[in-house]
């Protein structure tokens, strides 16, 4: 079982930052691929991100490349996603999640709110 805690949302204007950060309990936190989605009004939740055990392999949606930055600390059991140029079409509720999207574990969810 995995307890996955989020934070660092917030509201933003359109081109600031934003660090999300999420918390696991456990102690296999290590060897889970961690993942990052987003589920904006109206539409269902997407992928944004992810990252290997290791951290070596990092893969993104192509809306957030070259803008967002997902990475891990596995002393810490937290990854972490580092938005910057911020968007208004980037607001959503983010979702931390360890395992997989299809029977993983997920996290309350944080609000990110881009304002134009």
């Known amino acids: 079982q995995v307890q996955l805690v989020e934070s660092g949302g917030g509201l933003v204007q359109a081109g600031g930052s934003l660090r999300l950060s999420c918390v696991a309990s456990?102690?296999?936190?290590?060897?889970?691929?961690m993942g990052w989605f987003r589920q904006a009004p109206g539409k269902e939740r997407e992928f944004v991100a992810r990252?290997?055990?290791?951290?070596?392999?990092?893969v993104y949606v192509d809306s957030v490349k070259g803008r967002f930055t997902i990475s891990r600390d596995n002393a810490k059991n937290a990854v972490y996603l580092q938005m910057n140029s911020l968007k208004p079409e980037d607001t959503a509720v983010y979702y931390c999640?360890?395992?997989?999207?299809?029977?993983?574990?997920w996290g309350q969810g944080t609000q990110v709110t881009v304002s134009s």
């Open positions: 456990g102690r296999t936190f290590s060897s889970y691929t």
């Open positions: 999640n360890a395992g997989g999207a299809a029977s993983g574990y």
């Open positions: 990252i290997s055990w290791s951290g070596g392999i990092t």
